[in-house]
C-alpha cells in the first residue's frame, strides 16, 4: 500500500514536471505570448478589449494599468501581441492602449489604400473617442512611423 502512494506521487512530480516543460516549449516557440495571456489574467492590469469604429473600418484596442497614457503600436503585419513586452513593462505606471492597426490583427480593413497618413488619422480619431487629449507613443518598425506621422501633424497631441 505504502509503495502505491509512493507510485502516484511520482506520477503527479512527472506530470507536473512534464507541465511545467511542455508551457515552456510552447511559449517559447510562439514567443512569450502565452506566458503574457496568463499575466493578463493574474496581473489585474487589463482592462478589456474594446472596438472603436473610425475611418470605415473597426480598430480593436485594449487597454491596461493606470497613470498617463501610452499609445503602443505594433509592426507591420503584426497584432498588439507582439508588443507584450512593452504592455507589461509599462502597465504598472501607466494606462496603456495597445492597438491592432488597420487591416492587422483583429482590425478590419476597408477599400482605401493603406497608407501611414491613414493609420496616424485612424490613431489620433481614437485618441478623441478615448478623451485623450494628449499621449505618449511608443511604436514598433511600421508603429514607430505612424506614431511619427502623429506628431508631425499633431505635435500638441503628442507629449513624447
Known amino acids: 500500500m505504502r509503495r502505491y502512494g509512493l507510485v502516484i506521487v511520482v506520477v503527479a512530480v512527472v506530470a507536473v514536471a512534464g507541465a511545467i516543460f511542455g508551457f515552456d516549449q510552447?511559449?517559447?516557440?510562439?514567443?512569450?505570448i502565452p506566458r503574457f495571456y496568463a499575466w493578463r489574467t493574474l496581473s489585474g492590469k487589463f482592462h478589456g478589449g474594446r472596438?472603436?469604429?473610425?475611418?470605415?473600418v473597426s480598430i480593436y484596442y485594449e487597454v491596461y494599468g493606470e497613470g498617463?497614457?501610452?499609445l503602443l503600436l505594433h509592426g507591420a503585419?503584426?497584432?498588439?501581441?507582439?508588443m507584450h513586452y512593452f504592455i507589461s513593462a509599462l502597465a504598472p505606471t501607466h494606462t496603456v492602449v495597445a492597438v491592432d492597426s488597420r487591416a492587422q490583427g483583429r482590425s478590419t480593413d476597408?477599400?482605401?489604400?493603406?497608407?501611414?497618413?491613414?493609420m496616424g488619422d485612424d490613431?489620433?480619431?481614437?485618441m478623441d473617442?478615448?478623451?485623450l487629449k494628449q499621449a505618449d507613443v511608443v511604436g514598433w518598425s511600421d508603429g514607430g512611423i505612424?506614431?511619427?506621422?502623429?506628431?508631425m501633424k499633431h505635435p500638441e497631441r503628442i507629449r513624447r
Open 123 to 126: 490613431m489620433i480619431k481614437l
Open 146 to 151: 505612424i506614431g511619427l506621422d502623429m506628431a
Open 110 to 118: 476597408s477599400a482605401a489604400p493603406l497608407s501611414y497618413a491613414l
Open 68 to 70: 498617463p497614457p501610452v
Open 51 to 56: 472596438r472603436a469604429h473610425i475611418n470605415g
Open 129 to 131: 473617442v478615448l478623451q
Open 26 to 32: 510552447i511559449d517559447k516557440s510562439n514567443f512569450g
Open 77 to 82: 503585419g503584426a497584432f498588439l501581441e507582439s
